[in-house]
């Protein structure tokens, strides 16, 4: 759906993207992921032909960028750098626009399809005050709104939970995952690791403009094939244990071992007592750091 070789954007003397190769495939919920001035947004914008790389090349659902964008850009729903919306008119009347100078639609279904897209972002169809008395998560909405307008194929997004409460931010979660699961691929950036943990299935990770990692978040955060235990008497079950123990801490030991239940059934059996016990797994919080400089 997305895929980038060598794409370098430079302003004066800052690398803002600096040689990355993106590939985002079809069916993916794509994060991209990285600090604010990290290039996602310069990335997003070379994406869709709103700035010019300074090198490399860009293919968009199989077509160059921005060379085809007359061909592209109607196939792809996008909300970048904040939703933008004429301030004295409603949400729906801002809909309307939109459709009307699409390629494609005819003023046909017009009403259910802005009454439809509305109702699925979660704002009321019937409300008709103008988008000036909106607040920021409801402006985020129609943003998205705008963006499925046309039922895209691939949904470029920048950061679409900014702005919205934690209520707000799940509902656009959850219709984000409908979406996917209706065959959407959606292509986002955030830098907020949890919900990205939550919702995609690939990511990129930019570190000052470089890719430092991208790859399937379900490799990712594989089973590590331990087990971690916490005990009073970690001496003791040390010794059960042998050879399979990897660490010792103050009540925590580290296993080698796949099965949790496995290893509570021999300490619980040999009389020791287990606080907690579980599979050690990563987070994409320790991905992120162990990839990036931070780490
Ligand atoms: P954020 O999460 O804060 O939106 P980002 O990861 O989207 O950050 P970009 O906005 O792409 O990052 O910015 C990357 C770098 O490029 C920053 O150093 C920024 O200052 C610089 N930059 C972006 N646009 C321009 C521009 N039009 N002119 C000059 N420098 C720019």
């Not at 065959?183 to 830098?191: A, D, K």
Request: charged share 25%.
């Amino acid at each position: 759906m997305i895929r980038t070789h060598a794409l370098t954007k430079r302003f004066g003397s800052v690398t803002a993207v600096d040689n990355i190769d993106l590939d985002v495939r079809e069916g993916d919920v794509y994060g991209f992921l990285g600090a604010n001035g990290s290039g996602k947004t310069t990335t997003l914008r070379m994406l869709l032909g709103l700035v010019l790389a300074t090198s490399g090349d860009a293919e968009v659902l199989g077509h160059p960028m921005p060379a085809s964008a007359a061909t592209v850009l109607p196939e792809i729903g996008a909300l970048v750098e904040g939703p933008g919306a004429y301030p004295y008119l409603s949400g729906r009347t801002n809909l309307a626009t939109i459709d009307a100078v699409g390629p494609s639609h005819s003023g046909d279904g017009r009403k259910r399809r802005i009454d439809d897209t509305l109702d699925q972002v979660g704002l009321d169809p019937s409300d008709h005050r103008p988008v000036r008395t909106y607040s920021l998560g409801m402006r985020q909405r129609l943003g998205l709104a705008a963006a499925l307008l046309r039922r895209p194929r691939l949904l470029v997004l920048d950061e679409p939970t900014n702005g919205l409460d934690p209520q707000g931010i799940r509902e656009i979660r959850e219709l984000l995952l409908a979406l996917h699961a209706g065959g959407t691929t959606v292509f986002l950036s955030s830098h907020l690791l949890a919900e990205v943990e939550q919702m995609c299935t690939r990511i990129g990770v930019l570190e000052r403009g470089r890719l430092v990692l991208q790859d399937e978040l379900a490799t990712l955060l594989a089973p590590t094939g331990r087990v971690v235990v916490n005990t009073q008497q970690t001496e003791w079950a040390a010794e059960l244990l042998g050879r399979r123990v990897e660490s010792i801490s103050d009540g925590r030991i580290v296993v080698i071992a796949d099965d949790a239940s496995a290893v509570n059934t021999e300490l619980v059996d040999a009389g020791i007592p287990v606080s907690q016990i579980g599979p050690l797994r990563h987070d994409l919080e320790d991905v992120v750091l162990h990839a990036t400089e931070d780490g």
